[in-house]
């Protein structure tokens, strides 16, 4: 398993993580043989959104004497109510159910404190403008919190959230099929092959690609939800794409974008997670997910970091170096950590050789020798 760091939070989370919110009706050895699974294959963030209290206890009881590693992500705003899981931004649910979220999960300490289902104006100026952010911050002053966290659909909420400078995390549903909706459209229409149809000629969203950036500009973490638009992704019928991809594929994507540290993916066998974890030994040929755009939308000119392009003989991470070259282009000046990240490289645009193989083999025909040297010149090597 590979670690990225948690963009400015200074913890270092798995690049695939457990979804626990499928766990309804599991009985608690099946979710210890799950957990073991999970440890044993590196994963070390947990999205825990249940409020049971059922649930919560067998989460607890499954990490044991491993929470010193574990990275728990817990939401404030994910409630019971009658019973059953509901949202509530109501500053007195909120806290109840984070208060019996620590002692159910018999720990003193939530790694992520992530606001949960912030998808409206009127979520945002609920939560933004009143008791709960205030929550949040006093959470994190004490240490019960590490990160204030936020989990939303809409990209330019979720950006919103971001540019207040007080969210360090931002869970966010990415995967081949969304970004290519419009920012604006609703969770319930995400799924819905008829808005994937209309959209099929279109490039990646830009306020989608705008949130990603600005994320990983700010040192704002990314944690992915909906990495398999909730399994259709796999199956060829139910794909909007009309064809089936992979878990790699899903999961290589969502780790290509910028800002993104770790794909959730809502394993509820030890089997899935097995199948996720093989993102960690597959080949480039099997992470390749080009053929979506191809097959798709005409992206002519653009990169979509996918390195089909690859292998370079000077041995560049060209994906990664247009993905640097991009975030510098979109600030005024280039931030530091971009120079950092692109520094960081064990080659860089100026070790190009112009031997030209990789504009053959990329399907967009993007002029990838002028980006290196653009790539050169901007960031002086």
Do not use: W
């Not at 963009?7 to 979710?31: N, P, Q, W």
């Not at 004490?142 to 869970?171: C, F, Q, W």
């Not at 808005?195 to 490039?203: D, I, V």
């Not at 070790?351 to 002086?380: H, I, L």
């Amino acid at each position: 398993m590979r670690y990225r760091p948690l963009g400015r939070t200074g913890m270092m989370v798995s690049e695939i993580a457990l979804g626990c919110e499928h766990f309804e009706g599991k009985d608690y050895d099946h979710i210890k043989g799950v957990f073991d699974e999970a440890f044993a294959q590196g994963i070390n963030l947990f999205d825990m959104l249940n409020a049971s209290p059922e649930l919560r206890t067998h989460f607890a009881k499954a990490i044991g004497g491993k929470r010193d590693i574990a990275v728990i992500q817990g939401h404030i705003g994910s409630i019971l109510k009658d019973g059953q899981y509901a949202m509530s931004n109501d500053f007195g649910q909120c806290k109840a159910a984070f208060e019996d979220m620590l002692v159910r999960l018999d720990t003193d300490y939530i790694d992520i404190g992530m606001l949960h289902f912030i998808d409206t104006d009127e979520d945002f100026n609920t939560v933004f403008n009143g008791e709960l952010i205030e929550y949040a911050k006093e959470l994190k002053a004490k240490g019960v919190i590490k990160a204030i966290g936020l989990d939303s659909h809409i990209p330019g909420i979720a950006k919103r959230a971001v540019e207040t400078g007080l969210i360090d995390v931002v869970m966010f549903s990415i995967n081949p099929a969304f970004d290519l909706l419009p920012g604006d459209i609703g969770i319930d229409d995400l799924f819905i092959n008829e808005k994937h149809e209309a959209a099929r000629q279109n490039h990646i969203d830009p306020d989608r690609m705008a949130l990603y950036q600005l994320c990983e500009r700010n040192g704002v973490g990314i944690t992915v939800m909906k990495t398999y638009m909730a399994g259709q992704l796999l199956n060829a019928e139910q794909s909007p794409f009309g064809f089936a991809l992979t878990p790699v594929q899903c999961i290589h994507y969502a780790l290509t974008r910028p800002g993104v540290a770790s794909a959730i993916i809502g394993c509820t066998t030890a089997a899935e997670i097995r199948e996720a974890a093989a993102y960690n030994t597959a080949s480039d040929s099997e992470k390749d997910f080009s053929a979506v755009f191809s097959k798709t939308f005409t992206a002519q000119g653009k990169c979509v970091y996918c390195n089909h392009c690859l292998p370079c003989p000077a041995r560049i991470d060209i994906g990664l170096v247009n993905k640097y070259l991009d975030l510098a282009k979109t600030a005024e000046t280039i931030p530091p950590t971009v120079t950092a990240h692109y520094n960081a490289l064990p080659n860089h645009a100026g070790d190009c050789t112009a031997c030209g193989a990789c504009q053959t083999r990329c399907p967009f025909g993007v002029a990838v020798m002028e980006r290196m040297q653009e790539a050169k010149k901007c960031f002086k090597r």
